[in-house]
């Protein structure tokens, strides 16, 4: 089964409402949705759609539904990250702007990485990962979330954590996981996001 589109949209503080939660699992090709506030800035949401296939997707992104959302950024990605967002309290959002070919990939830069939290100690509190590439749909990226994608390469890592706190924990573990294997996402991008966003399934 292929991997499903994961949506992302930065909104406001507050859950999108029941009757229009209600028109997007109408939609076909939607598995799962998620919303959460940022933990860096809760005047910023992000609503977290699963869909099944890139045309299920598109024709939500490029519908009028999506437009009335006013999302201030819309970013679609190839990511298997939905059971991550529901076992894991926290969630980390990794985002490489302007990667190089193959960063996102299993042998790149970011598969790398993951590998390393994996097969050398996972770091307490860790969850999981998944990662993936930016998608091109009609109607996403960018900061107006209703413009063509801008073309940029990116890249989405999701970390699952028990809190940000066991995050910052383990970065700072001068002989941990992370700091071993951290060059990997500091080489091979232009410029980075990152947010943890504790979501919940609507």
């Known amino acids: 089964m292929a991997s499903p589109i994961i949506i992302f949209q930065t909104v406001g503080s507050n859950a999108p409402s ?5 028109d997007i699992k109408d939609k076909t090709g939607v598995l799962r949705i998620f919303f959460g506030q940022k933990i860096e800035d809760p005047t910023s949401g992000v609503l977290v759609t699963e869909w099944s296939s890139q045309s299920g997707a598109r024709a939500y992104i490029s ?3 999506a437009r009335n959302l006013q999302a201030k950024e819309t970013l679609a990605y190839v990511l298997n990250a939905a059971d991550i ?3 894991a309290p926290c969630t980390e959002v990794f985002t490489a ?3 190089e ?3 996102g990939s299993a042998d790149g830069n970011v598969g790398r990485f ?3 939290l994996e097969e050398t100690g996972k770091p307490e509190g860790y969850f999981g990962a998944a990662f993936g590439e930016e998608v091109a749909l009609v ?6 979330g209703g413009e063509e994608n801008t073309g940029r390469r990116s890249v989405r890592l999701v970390i699952g954590w028990e809190s940000k706190d066991a995050h910052v924990k383990a970065k700072e573990q001068e002989e941990g996981a992370i700091q071993r294997y951290i060059h990997e996402l500091r080489s091979g991008r232009e410029a980075v996001e990152l947010y943890h966003v ?3 399934q609507l």
Not at 18 to 22: E, I
Not at 139 to 144: A, K, M
């Open 139 to 144: 109607g996403g990226g960018g900061e107006t």
């Open 114 to 116: 993951v590998s390393g």
């Open 18 to 22: 029941t009757p229009f939660l209600g």
């Open 63 to 65: 519908s009028e539904l």
């Open 101 to 103: 070919e193959g960063f």
């Open 198 to 200: 504790a979501l919940t």
């Open 85 to 87: 967002f529901t076992a």
């Open 97 to 99: 702007f302007g990667a």
